[in-house]
């Protein structure tokens, strides 16, 4: 299970990242000395500027990469590599496009490792196709999908192995402003209904603080953090909200 | 999409007529063919050398009547058939091994890149002297030729697969195997396919000069011995039949590809 609200899922103990040099050229020091938890079902947004290590920070979460030194912690234990509590969502959805859209939620679950769980493959894809508001598009392939819709597929195959956390990396920076807007509120109705932990990275400080219960700052490369803000605003947040609105703009100058 | 195409006013009046595409595609070989006849009826070119088109279509009917053309049609696409089917696995496992598998890329990548640049006539005297001059001979030759864009083609295509794709299927569970079969292999698909189409091509080129080399039957050897007979008018029935079964088969190709992989979108084609 994914224990209790308020517990410890991820540690980030002093972690640190070094890309050797190649060819003669300098090693770079991608994150140094990170330290950070996340609890269980906590929506975290991390903003910074472009190029800090954002994404690199999650692909160590998600097991892709390794750190140099320190210990990525999940539920207490060291990662040790992919796993399906730990999903990631990319930017530039990845989903398969040989498989319609039914086939991409269902791959997840027809996989060996996931087999015998007791749940009905069709059921269950039917129930997600219906959460992020596909249904109707079983059939059609990927590109027969808009930009916001690829995003929404990509969260619902994420969702069908059941994962804990759900690693999503400016899943919402490639679609226009309008469609930008509408996939937020679809994010956290899906993270509402389903009470997954979020770890939401982004480049937009507005989107941050709307979203996130806890916002992380982190400075230019090398990554470390500037600052961890707690958005102790009610939902649903308005963005005309005074407030919230001081909160961007206090984000902002520490950006600058 | 429909691609971008300039249209003048008078090609509109064209396009107006109201013939479908298909028939607007027959033109332009109609009206060389057209020419081409009038040309010879009129005395215009030397017949002995460039025969009507009618009388080649009248030697058509002749050879079909006589079952000529259908023993060395069959003689050819036999040879054909079997060395470019054995090229397509061949060249499909290996490409996949390939990319996937950096000792077997070391192994094979050189001796593929000495090989590639030999045309593969020059060893049909070599394979007729190993399988003899029946179909032995042919299969081995088309089979090589064939199988180097298939090679090329399915090991681009393997190595070119996002990274993304199979980083998500290993975060959804999946096991090597798995991903192999259920992400490396349909995602290659497409340049296989690709090579399949070229291999076919390279077979039906190489199985016609192969038996004007050395064979007793076959079309390549129909039209070398109506040239050596000097009728003009049958080596054009043979080149006519070589072309029909290129262009026919390629469209078949085409057919398959849409029917096999609906989800493929190719930006030209």
Known sequence: MSGAPGQELVRFDRVTLTFPGVNGRPAIEV???LD?????????????????????????????????????LFRGKPIAGPA??????????????????????????????????????????????????????????????????????????????????????EPLAALDALTRRRMQGEV???????????????????????????????AQRPTSILEIEEVRLPRPRRREDPELAGIVRRLSALLE | MRPLVLRWPSFRLIERAALPRWALRLVGPLTVLLGWELGARFGLINTLLLPPPSAAFADLGVLISGGYLGKALYASLFRVVCGFALAVVVGALLGLAMARIRLVDDFFDPIVELLRPISPLA??????????????????????????PVILNTFAGARSIDANLIRAARSLGASEFEIFKGIVLPASLPHIFTGIRLAWGISLIVIIAAEMVGATVGMGYMVLEAQQTFRTERVFAGIFVIGAIGFVTDLGFRRLRRWLLPWYRETQD
């Open chain 1, 36 to 72: 950070f938890r996340i609890e269980t079902g906590e929506f975290v947004a991390i903003i910074g500027p472009s190029g800090c290590g954002k994404s690199t920070l999650l692909s160590l979460l998600a097991g892709y990469l390794p750190p140099s030194s320190g210990r990525v």
């Open chain 1, 188 to 218: 956290l109705h899906i993270w509402e209904k389903t009470r997954k932990t979020i770890l939401f990275v982004t480049h937009d400080i507005d989107e941050a603080v709307i979203m996130a219960d806890r916002v992380i700052v982190m």
């Open chain 2, 123 to 148: 060893l049909f005297p070599l394979a007729i002297l190993w399988f003899g001059i029946g179909d032995g001979s042919k299969i081995f030759v088309i089979a090589l030729a064939a199988c180097f």
């Open chain 1, 31 to 33: 994150i140094r000395q």
């Open chain 1, 84 to 169: 399906r509590e730990r999903m990631m969502v990319f930017q530039q959805p990845a989903l398969f496009p040989w498989l319609t859209t039914a086939g991409n939620v269902a791959y997840g679950l027809k996989l060996k490792a996931n087999r015998g769980n007791g749940r009905n493959v069709q059921s269950t894809v039917d129930a997600l196709l219906h959460l992020v508001q596909l249904d109707g598009f079983a059939h059609h392939y990927p590109s027969d999908l808009s930009g916001g819709m690829r995003q929404r597929l990509e969260i619902a195959r994420a969702l069908a192995v059941d994962p804990q956390v759900l690693l999503m990396d």
